[in-house]
């Protein structure tokens, strides 16, 4: 029986309207929780905001003048919000993917939808079948609590489900709104989060012609031993994202040796990949991996361009990057993102360029 491959058709994206710049969010938290929080943490969020690595992010409220609501936002209305942005970002994206590669909802023969932001019943995929004209036997499976990293696992499915023979491309979905885990107090975690997570989504189609780019290993690694330093934990029934000041380091240790192990396993450098793919969880880490894999300010220039404009926005990030990085000629790329866990997943691809060879 002939092997059968999968492949990324399709990639798009899709962003809520609200976009708001980082000085003027600055000013906000300046009026808004001056007598919340500590001159200390309100100077630590400031200049946390002032990085000029995040210039602009975007949030899943229809404007500006909406964004008080997080402040005193009620558990209720959040996961209200969250139902709302989680269903229509997903769907967009979905659709500009379908548009981009040609076919038609009633080809899909499945839908993988991952989130860590936000948990309905049943799940996002299930709001997506009818708006997207899907069919209603439709393969659907909802993957929650994977972190910033949920994207590839989701692609891994995907493909498995297309080697496994399925009848259609499958569509792969990962959205988050991470807005609507916004918490503010003294906690250096929540600070920082407030500074640089934003929403959004992102859609790639999988299918097995011989088109776009080959998806051709996966790998993840976890280390429980961290699981602390980078997770959501629940207080009063609500969210609050715990993010270690030490991730950098964590991630700069651990992150390039799990690539160089994959690498190793495909036969493969870190020289001999071409276009790279990084989940920006900060610019620290960001240049932290860079030192650690002797990568150039050209590897990473869609990385940083992508937090620059929008942030982190935890799962589709890196999908976000690649989009980019098919918008060019495009060779062999190593795709990578880390979160919660503490988790690391790993993607190698294959373009037009690299099998040409």
Avoid at 2 to 26: H, N, V
Avoid at 107 to 117: D, G, H, K, P, Q
Wanted: with cysteine.
């Amino acid at each position: 029986m002939e092997k059968i491959e999968a492949y990324i058709g399709s990639i798009a994206t899709a962003l809520p309207p609200c976009k708001i710049e980082q000085s003027k969010a600055a000013q906000l938290v300046r009026h808004h929780y001056a007598t919340v929080l500590r001159p200390r943490s309100m100077e630590m969020l400031v200049k946390v905001l002032s990085h000029p690595s995040i210039a602009s992010r975007y949030f899943a409220i229809d404007r500006m003048e909406d964004i008080t609501i997080l402040k005193d936002e009620d558990p209720d209305a959040r996961i209200a919000r969250f139902t709302r942005w989680s269903v229509e970002l997903a769907i967009s994206a979905a659709r500009k993917t379908l548009q981009n590669a040609g076919v038609a909802p009633r080809e899909i023969s499945a839908i993988v939808v991952n989130t860590c932001t936000g948990y309905i019943c049943p799940g996002i995929a299930t709001y997506c079948i009818e708006p997207l004209g899907l069919r209603p036997d439709v393969v659907v499976y909802d993957c929650v609590g994977a972190g910033c990293g949920g994207a590839l696992p989701n692609l891994q499915l995907g493909a498995s489900l297309v080697r496994s023979g399925i009848k259609g491309p499958v569509l792969c979905v990962s959205v988050e709104i991470c807005s609507a885990t916004y918490q503010m107090d003294n906690d250096p975690s929540l600070l920082i989060s407030n500074a640089i997570f934003g929403d959004g989504a992102a859609a790639a189609l999988v299918w097995n012609k011989p088109r776009g780019l080959h998806l051709a290993a996966f790998a993840s690694q976890y280390l429980p031993a961290f699981r602390d330093e980078v997770r959501y934990v629940h207080k009063n029934g609500q969210l609050f994202n715990r993010i270690t000041p030490q991730l950098p380091k964590i991630i700069k240790q651990n992150v390039p040796t799990f690539i160089r192990g994959f690498l190793q396993q495909c036969n493969l450098n870190v020289n001999a990949v071409e276009q790279w793919a990084l989940h920006p969880g900060g610019d620290k880490m960001v240049a932290g991996l860079q030192e650690e894999l002797q990568l150039s300010d050209a590897h990473l220039e869609p990385t940083r361009r992508i937090l620059r404009e929008a942030g982190n926005m935890s799962s589709p990030t890196v999908l976000f990057i690649l989009e980019i990085l098919m918008q060019q000629p495009i060779g062999r790329v190593c795709l990578c993102a880390y979160g919660a866990g503490l988790s690391m997943h790993a993607c190698l691809l294959e373009g037009e360029c690299s099998r040409d060879r």
